[in-house]
């Protein structure tokens, strides 16, 4: 289903990700 990611491509879902789970993480908190 997914197609070979290049090393540079998981760096950045991995980023977008982690800012994503940040922002909800302070939503909940505040």
Same mark, same amino acid.
């Given at each position: 289903?997914?197609? @070979? $990611? !290049? @090393? $540079?491509? %998981?760096?950045? $879902? /991995? %980023?977008?990700?982690? /800012?994503?789970?940040?922002?909800?993480? !302070?939503?909940? /908190?505040?």
């Amino acid at each position: 289903m997914f197609q @070979k $990611l !290049s @090393k $540079l491509d %998981l760096f950045y $879902l /991995t %980023l977008f990700i982690l /800012t994503l789970g940040l922002m909800y993480y !302070s939503m909940v /908190t505040i």
